[in-house]
């Protein structure tokens, strides 16, 4: 089956038949895989009135588990922000009560954002649709595949994970 990026590189190795465009197999495809699944996680947060970020931070604290509660520092770790985006997301998601700041009891100095019942609920509801979206975007691949590729990523990706943000 030919799908677009086999028309891509057989024109790039068509007209610079000098480059090794190899590459492209693979990363163009996880490129436009990327798109799709922008695309999908759009929808999936839009139809529980949330936007990518909120999501990420939201889903940040419901994994914590117990008290959903985390700091600021390690909001920053799990979501890639800095400190100044961080603190703007903290206050949006407070202003519409899927948020809270608590004192630190070991720290008086610093505060913990917790994971109010609202927000909880959003954030599980849009889980819960992201992964119906996810699924379709898988569902050309069988258990196997989908765990080969899985494996195939994780290996590719490995390396940056420890990378300074």
């Not at 390690?74 to 961080?86: A, D, E, I, K, P």
């Amino acid at each position: 089956m030919e799908d677009e990026v086999d028309r891509l590189v057989a024109a790039w190795r068509r007209e610079r038949p000098d480059l090794d465009v190899e590459p492209l197999e693979v990363l163009s495809r996880v490129s436009r895989l990327a798109r799709h699944l922008d695309r999908a996680r759009r929808l999936a947060f839009a139809e529980h009135d949330l936007e990518p970020w909120e999501f990420d931070v939201l889903t940040a604290l419901r994994r914590a588990g117990g008290t959903y509660q985390l700091s600021p520092g390690q909001l920053l770790t799990q979501t890639l922000v800095t400190s100044g985006t961080m603190t703007n997301r903290i206050d949006r998601l407070a202003k519409r009560g899927l948020v809270e700041r608590q004192p630190d009891p070991n720290d008086r100095r610093g505060v913990l954002v917790r994971l109010t019942e609202a927000g909880k609920r959003h954030a599980d509801a849009a889980l819960a649709g992201l992964l119906v979206q996810e699924r379709a975007l898988l569902g050309g691949l069988s258990a196997a595949e989908r765990q080969q590729l899985g494996g195939l990523l994780r290996a590719l990706t490995a390396p940056f994970d420890n990378l300074p943000a």
